[in-house]
């Protein structure tokens, strides 16, 4: 699904106008990009977890030159679903119609 699919399908849902929700939808994920940036989490509950995760010092290789890289600890933008949202999806009759066919 993409992102235009899910603003007309929350336009349907609540009757609001598209471009409303469009502006709305980027505006949500502007605040969760720049939240983030800054150094903050994002918790939402009964949907999840935005948070950025610490990647320590290592060692690498270029495999095509054979030398040996050292990657400086970083930080990467990670999702965390809730344990309601898990449920949600493990409970789906249409995911496990999938996984059996």
Do not use: C, L, W
Not at 7 to 15: L, N, P, Q, V
């Amino acid at each position: 699904m993409t992102k235009a699919e899910v603003i007309a399908e929350i336009a349907d849902k609540t009757g609001i106008e598209k471009t409303d929700v469009s502006a709305t939808v980027e505006a949500f994920f502007k605040v969760v990009k720049d939240s983030m940036a800054d150094g903050n989490n994002i918790y939402v509950r009964g949907f999840g977890s935005f948070v950025n995760k610490k990647r320590a010092k290592k060692v690498a290789r270029n495999i095509s030159k054979n030398t040996s890289i050292i990657i400086d600890e970083h930080f990467i933008p990670s999702f965390k679903p809730s344990k309601t949202f898990i449920g949600k999806i493990k409970n789906s009759k249409k995911i496990k119609e999938t996984a059996q066919a």
